[in-house]
């Protein structure tokens, strides 16, 4: 398994501005994920974060409005950017340790933008 | 796109009872994890299953994939109120699309004591 450590674990941001989330592993893992859940509902993956390059994105995300970073195989962050009351949701972090295995989940980072 | 289609979408029972939640889907799937979630948690394992008709039990869980590996359930016995969470299914698809998961919709179960 892997332990996965998400920062902010919650905040209460105005709208127009952005944040940045960040995700940090305690060993290297082969793929890093983020995904986007309504409190009580189901998850949507927003993107791949690729390491050393260009994320790859899901439709409907885009890289202007959520950019992502992972400069080595143990971090990523996610920024949400000019942030408006829809962009309200838990943002979650995952990890696949090597090809084929489970998905491994940090604690989420609640959103909200008023 | 490959869906996962999870009912029931809510389920509120009674300690003692049994329950089954499904996960349907018209595409086939290398595996088929299940996960619970809490309020303020990540969504944590509870099992993968890979070949088709392969049955795993987890204590009072038990989880069934579906022999054409289309679909799957989780049928809990005897449910205690610690059971009570968000219950998700997800698929990973063959190919290339490694470690990249397709949600179902969620059931959220409480169970009462």
């Known amino acids: 398994s892997a332990v996965i450590s998400q920062k902010p674990s919650r905040d209460i941001c105005q709208r127009g501005t952005s944040l940045t989330i960040q995700c940090q592993v305690d060993?290297?893992?082969?793929?890093m994920f983020w995904y986007r859940q309504q409190p009580g509902q189901s998850l949507t993956l927003i993107a791949t974060?690729?390491?050393?390059?260009?994320?790859?994105?899901e439709s409907g995300f885009v890289i202007d409005k959520f950019p992502i970073s992972r400069p080595n195989l143990t971090f990523s962050t996610l920024t949400v950017s000019n942030m408006s009351p829809e962009d309200s949701s838990i943002y979650l972090c995952?990890?696949?340790?090597?090809?084929?295995?489970?998905?491994?989940f940090g604690q989420g980072t609640r959103l909200t933008v008023v | 796109t490959q869906l996962l289609e999870q009912s029931p979408q809510f389920l509120s029972i009674q300690e003692g009872e049994n329950l089954t939640v499904y996960c349907n889907s018209s595409?086939?799937?290398?595996?088929l994890q299940w996960y619970r979630q809490e309020p303020g948690e990540g969504p944590v394992l509870l099992v993968t299953?890979?070949?088709?008709?392969e049955v795993k039990k987890l204590k009072r869980l038990t989880f069934q994939f579906g022999d054409a590996r289309k679909d799957s359930s989780l049928h809990i016995t005897a449910a205690q109120p610690g059971d009570t969470g968000l219950y998700l299914c997800?698929?990973?698809?063959?190919?290339?699309?490694?470690?990249?998961?397709?949600f179902g919709q969620g059931t959220i179960l409480t169970v009462h004591p």
């Open positions: 995952s990890v696949v340790l090597s090809l084929g295995t489970e998905a491994f």
């Open positions: 060993s290297q893992v082969t793929m």
């Open positions: 974060a690729n390491q050393g390059s260009e994320a790859t994105y």
């Open positions: 595409s086939v799937f290398s595996s």
């Open positions: 299953v890979v070949t088709g008709g």
């Open positions: 997800a698929g990973r698809p063959g190919g290339t699309s490694y470690g990249k998961l397709t």
